[in-house]
């Protein structure tokens, strides 16, 4: 005749067990998952060279958006695949400056100054800035479910434009990693002239949240 496990045996092996597991699982989010959490940030952050002599630039991108680069006509596209998602990318286009001026147009600023309260755009921010000497407007808005950083910067010989969202993946690290990225975007070409007029100027509607850090 087989004998019955007893039924306290059981459920004490069931407790065991279970208490086991919220044990291991209290570790893994207090002490693992952090610290792992801090390498996937620095990896991903860590930048690298790039250039491309045809579009006139040269910057540091960071890893987590350097995969893969794409060439189109005009410019290119680095991107980190995802295959069940969207995955973050840069798209770096470049275009002539007929006038050789070395700033934007006071009109074209105002455009792009007001475009998120006249167009009724989610989370638009603006930013005029220089990048390594360069006369820059930085631009962040939420477009096609996904934020977007515009970066537009001007050289008399030049303009170039990047545009680099994270896609699906985490908004806070690859936002982190568009700012970081774009930020350090130099344009070839000869020296632009001391600015004009105010190197800073920001814009950010009232009624309309500014970007997350």
Known sequence: MR??????????????????????????????????QEVVKKETLQLLPYKNDSLGIEMQVAAGLYEKVESFAGGVRIVAPRFWSIGPSVTLTSQPNPDQSAEFTPQILAKWQTLGVTEEIPRYHFERTQLNHRDAVLIWQYKDRAMLLTARI??????????CTPGRADEDLYMQACDESLRTIKVAGPESPPPLTPGVMELTPAEQAPPKP
Do not use: C, N
């Not at 067990?17 to 792992?36: R, S, T």
């Open 154 to 163: 001007i050289s008399p010989d030049r303009i170039v434009q990047a545009d």
């Open 3 to 36: 004998k019955q496990i007893p039924t306290q045996l059981v459920v004490g092996l069931a407790i065991l067990v279970i208490g086991g597991g919220f044990v291991w699982g209290e570790y893994f989010l207090m002490k693992w998952y952090p610290g792992h």
